[in-house]
């Protein structure tokens, strides 16, 4: 594999030669945790009332059979619908996991196409869990190739590079030599999109983002199967996607150059799986506030107001325009909300699924949250780190200070395999009688059931 080849060949033929075998056990153990992570949050996203009419109504649109499970919905479909279903319903909640110095949400654009075409195809476990693993070293090194620039030209990286690895993973997991994996990558980066202007008004699309990225991505795969051809510089071409998307011509330089490290350095270890229903942003001032909670417990006085430090790159998701983001119009909204959700951990008001996603807002946390300031933090380390610097006002004018360095669930303060399970357990409990089973299946089987899909949701998400 020589360095002066296109980014897109090299990939497809790391992705084409990769055996299970080379993929060291700590990794394969790791990529099951996110299979099993993912599946459980698209199962409890379907047990949300309004998602789960959503999904109702888009798949009555496309009422073709098929052999890809929609999880939570006991139905299947085609592999083209249950990938967009499947990866809107694993974003839904900004409950999927990320990789911080990339900023990508890697289990929601790559599981949706791989269980779709396993399912299709009847592939086993093992192949769902190299693919994934692959998907992940790719599209890791796709947005840590220009950490940051695709946010701050208003564009998710997950959505527009994650079409391009999607498209490649469609195309090996059904067989397609390298040069064809390549070129559906090329065809995908004419479909690539997800623009961030849902933050204008609270709309719900940024849960398409990914669905729609593994849905380009297997018709992307098709194409090239059919003989259609896509540019092999699709990512860093003269008017390819660093261009188009980041703005930054250089990006494919440093895409080359983390290549160089493919099978050798296994940067799935370094993605971090999300404690709370939010924007990831957003977790670590949930952990600072919880201490100032417990602080200003323990001294018996109330928290009056709280001001917050943050990242700009963060801040652009979470804190601009501050006056909006302290009023949120609806749970939706408030996933991307910094005061509203530090107000609710002040308060000690659940931070979980249905708090956000049903009902309406708390109006105690949104009283705190008009109290709440804000300023910058230029030296934060963002986007390697998902930090956090609060402090809080007690009713006797104390002030109290909590700052986090790092947030917990990262490669530096990993998730506990428990952790991971606790909350699989409780998501996939939404949707089946049977999650323990579910999430043995997926830690320790070699077989995916077979496609028919009279066994409900616990069986549907492992089809």
Known sequence: MSASQP????????????????????????????LADAIGVGLAASSVPAHRAFLAKLLAQFPAPGKAAVLGMGISAPATVAALANGASMHSLEYDDTHMGSIVHGSSV???????????????????????VAGWEL?????QAAAGAFQRRGFQVTSVGGAVVAAMLAAA??????????????????????????????SNVKALHPGWAAHAGLWAAGLAMAGMTGPLTVLEGKHGIYAAYADDQA?????????????????????????????????????AANQLRGEAQALGRRIESAHCRVAHGAGLVIAQPWERKQAPRD???????????VAMALLDQPIDVTAMTTGPLSEPALR????????????????????????????????????????????????????????????????????????????????????????????????
Not at 110 to 132: F, H, K, N, S, Y
Not at 139 to 143: A, Q, T
Not at 331 to 341: F, G, I, Q, R, V
Not at 381 to 404: H, M, N, Y
Request: aromatic letters at 6%; a negative charge.
């Open 368 to 463: 705190l949250a008009a109290r709440i300031g804000v300023s910058d933090w230029p030296d934060s380390g963002f986007p390697e780190r998902f930090g956090a610097e609060l402090s809080v006002t007690l009713d006797d004018a104390t002030v109290l200070a909590a700052r986090v360095e790092q947030v917990l669930g990262s490669a530096e303060r990993p998730a506990a395999v428990q952790q991971v399970r606790d909350k699989f357990l409780r998501n996939a409990g939404l949707a089946t009688p049977q999650p323990q089973a579910l999430w043995q299946a997926l830690l320790d089987g070699d077989v995916l059931p077979p496609a028919a899909n009279e066994a409900g949701a616990a069986e549907a998400a492992i089809r």
């Open 251 to 287: 990006a494919g330089d440093r895409l080359a150059a983390g290549l160089d490290s493919l099978g050798a350095a296994w940067v799935l270890r370094d993605a971090a799986f999300k404690l709370y229903p939010c924007c990831h942003y957003i977790h670590p001032y949930l952990e």
């Open 139 to 143: 599209l890791v090194r796709v947005g």
């Open 173 to 202: 997991a059904r067989g397609a030599p390298a040069d064809i994996v390549a070129r559906a990558g090329g065809i995908a980066g004419s479909q690539a999109s997800g623009i961030f202007e849902f933050l204008s008004d609270g």
């Open 7 to 34: 980014a897109a060949v090299r990939m497809a033929v790391f992705l084409h030669g990769l055996s299970l075998r080379d993929v060291p056990h700590d990794v394969q153990q790791l990529a099951r945790l996110h």
């Open 331 to 341: 749970t939706n909204d408030a996933k991307y909300s910094l005061p509203y959700c």
């Open 110 to 132: 790559i599981v949706p196409p791989v269980l779709a075409v396993a399912q299709e195809l009847d592939l086993g476990l093992p192949e769902v869990v190299r693919l994934t």
